[in-house]
């Protein structure tokens, strides 16, 4: 009977979980909710203080438990390990200040500091029996609550949703720590059982070196691509397998689990920096469809309204720790100033101040305790449910989605002839150039030639706005100076999302640097071999690709039509006369040279080949997600 209860429940979960989308999707047109939002008030709806349909059963509880250690794993897979430590090699003349990293920890550094303080004043008006642990819990952030919002919105690998990652990442974990150890010494004392931490991390330092070595063999790569497919499925199978296993590792140590869960996922970050994309989409899959929207209605169902009732002071307690969530991130929120609008800050500060899974765990595991008091736990729920619910509509409501505008037009930046001569080029197959340069009569006379031309430092961040790099879709770096190349292409990706960036760069150094942002580097000494050995070797190809006048082209174009995905080249009929030349996938060093039994996968970069009809009507085919 329990089995058949537990199947009704879950019927029930599933049914809500589908619901959700398309319900918010309609209060959308009103109001902006987040699927999350939605998730939790459905899960208050139907359970104890609602309808009290849900019955938790143990089977229902650990599909819940094991959403949220899902939900942590997922977030720790979207940490970019690469940023940081890139730019300080190129010596990059960011400000300290403006980075992710520093801003999250200033922003946790007032948060702790103002909740500390509100948690006295709580105790001495006589509504807290512990100020440091209301204090602690007071500066958490649900790191569960900011991720699927920024992944919603489309931001989270924006230098923004970066930052309000980290943040969120640093207000989330170490008050997790600093719980566990400050409730240990309370209990416990002081013991050497709070060293095994180290050992965790000692455990996560050597496993993420291990892989990044393994991932370093193509051997390895190929073995693993060999096994990706059907019923083996190996990397899906060994990232459950190495989930459950930080989940084992970090609760055997005495550590909270769902720190296990996010460094397993910090783990495949760190070791397939490059070629982690099909694998996030599958696993975004399996979480954010199913174990995800578990977690999140549980979380309305355990809500009890009638144990905040039952005690005055919580009912007043309640209001009070509300506003002093709010005041606790917005004020220290207004660090990100330093790096974005006031907009972007105050938005960023509402959305911060999200209390979840973690205010609710401390708060249930300091009333076993008999550390606080039964209204005060109830207050604490109240508080993480108002916080995770109105949080998300606030920041949507602050900073609402830009229109989405189509991006076009290229920004060159140099002056010279070779910079002239592309942007002629461009102008012919029908783009938009801009010209940013410092020499003055350049400019002129590229703005009389009927170029839109911005004088100013090409690595600046103001000059390249006002060249329209928010609504670029490419830029061709040909300054003669590295540095400035370096600059304004790491600002093109990073700040303004640009997807197409090319740089002209001749030492080995910047080449590498520049290729680990994402660049596509041209050495001109490379170039110029290569052209000479086309017109040695290649002759009648080279003319068509110089000589063609727009007749011959070709071009890249990204696999996301399902309905090619998984099928042989020779049943894709493109329109025209348009060929395959070639096929880039994730996880392959080479270009694949395609041929008829070659299977076509869903993320590969088409080379395709013919004239510009043809490649317009096959991109629009190859690229349509639908």
């Not at 329990?2 to 319900?23: D, G, N, V, W």
């Not at 469809?289 to 007043?316: C, T």
């Not at 009809?613 to 096959?618: I, N, P, Q």
């Amino acid at each position: 009977m329990a089995k058949h209860e537990a199947f009704q429940s879950l019927l029930l979960l599933t049914l809500l979980a589908a619901a959700m989308p398309l319900i918010v999707r309609r209060i959308g047109k009103v109001v902006r909710v987040p699927i999350v939002v939605g998730e939790i008030v459905a899960g208050i709806v139907v359970g104890r203080s609602g309808l009290n349909l849900v019955h938790e059963t143990p089977s229902i509880t650990f599909l819940a438990d094991f959403g949220f250690i899902f939900l942590m794993f997922l977030s720790g897979l979207e940490l970019e390990f690469g940023g940081p430590s890139e730019a300080s090699r190129s010596k990059q003349r960011q400000s300290l200040w403006s980075q992710p990293g520093w801003l999250g920890s200033v922003n946790f550094a007032l948060t702790l500091f103002l909740a500390t303080g509100i948690g006295i004043l709580l105790w001495k008006g006589g509504m807290t029996r512990n100020p440091i642990l209301l204090g602690l819990i007071l500066s958490t952030t649900s790191l569960g609550i900011v991720v699927p919002v920024l992944k919603e919105r489309g931001v989270i690998a924006s230098p923004y949703g970066q930052c309000l990652l980290s943040a969120a990442l640093i207000s989330d974990f170490v008050p997790m720590l600093l719980l566990g150890l400050y409730i240990s010494v309370l209990t416990k004392g002081l013991s050497w059982n709070l060293l095994l931490f180290l050992v965790l991390l000692i455990a996560f330092v050597l496993a993420a070196r291990l892989g990044r070595w393994a991932n370093s063999y193509p051997a390895i790569r190929r073995g693993l691509e060999e096994l990706s497919h059907a019923t083996a499925q190996i990397r899906i199978r060994g990232t459950f397998a190495l989930i459950v296993l930080w989940v084992v590792l970090a609760g055997s140590l005495g550590v909270e689990v769902i720190l296990g869960a996010f460094m397993a996922g910090a783990i495949i970050a760190q070791s397939r920096r490059a070629t982690r994309g099909r694998l996030e989409e599958q696993l975004d899959a399996i979480g954010y469809g199913f174990f995800i929207p578990i977690f999140f209605i549980m979380v309305g169902a355990r809500f009890d309204l009638a144990a905040l009732g039952a005690s005055a002071r919580a009912l007043w307690l309640a209001p009070a720790l509300i506003v002093a969530a709010y005041f606790t991130n917005l004020l220290p929120s207004l660090c990100l100033r330093l790096r974005f609008s006031w907009r972007e800050s105050i938005a960023g500060g509402f959305l911060l101040a999200s209390r979840l899974s973690l205010a609710i765990a401390a708060a249930a595991i300091a009333f076993q305790l008999n550390l606080i008091a039964s209204g005060t736990n109830s207050a604490i729920i109240l508080v993480a449910i108002v916080t995770c619910t109105c949080s998300p509509i606030l920041f949507n409501r602050i900073l609402p989605p830009r229109d989405e505008q189509e991006r076009a037009g290229t920004i060159i930046l140099g002056t010279d002839f070779l910079a002239e001569m592309l942007g002629q080029r461009l102008v012919r197959d029908g783009e938009t150039v801009t010209f940013i340069g410092r020499d003055g009569s350049r400019l002129a006379n590229l703005e009389q030639t009927g170029f839109r031309v911005i004088a100013g430092a090409p690595d600046q961040e103001d000059t390249l706005r006002q060249a329209g790099a928010e609504l670029a879709q490419s830029l061709v770096a040909l300054a003669n100076d590295p540095e400035v190349v370096l600059h304004a292409c790491r600002y093109a990706r990073q700040l303004f999302g640009i997807p197409s960036v090319v740089a002209r760069a001749e030492q080995v150094e910047h080449v590498r640097t520049l290729q680990a942002l994402g660049i596509q580097v041209v050495q001109p000494a490379m170039a110029m071999a290569m052209a000479l050995e086309g017109a040695l070797h290649f002759p009648a190809a080279l003319s068509l690709l110089t000589e063609g006048n727009g007749e011959f082209d070709l071009t890249d174009v990204l696999l996301t039509n399902p309905r090619i995905a998984d099928r042989p080249l020779r049943e894709l009929h493109l329109p025209g006369r348009a060929l395959v030349l070639g096929i880039r996938r994730q996880g392959e060093a080479e270009v694949l040279v395609p041929n008829g039994d070659t299977i076509l996968r869903r993320g590969d970069v088409l080379m395709l080949c013919g004239n510009t009809r043809a490649l317009t009507e096959a991109t629009g085919w190859i690229a349509n997600p639908f």
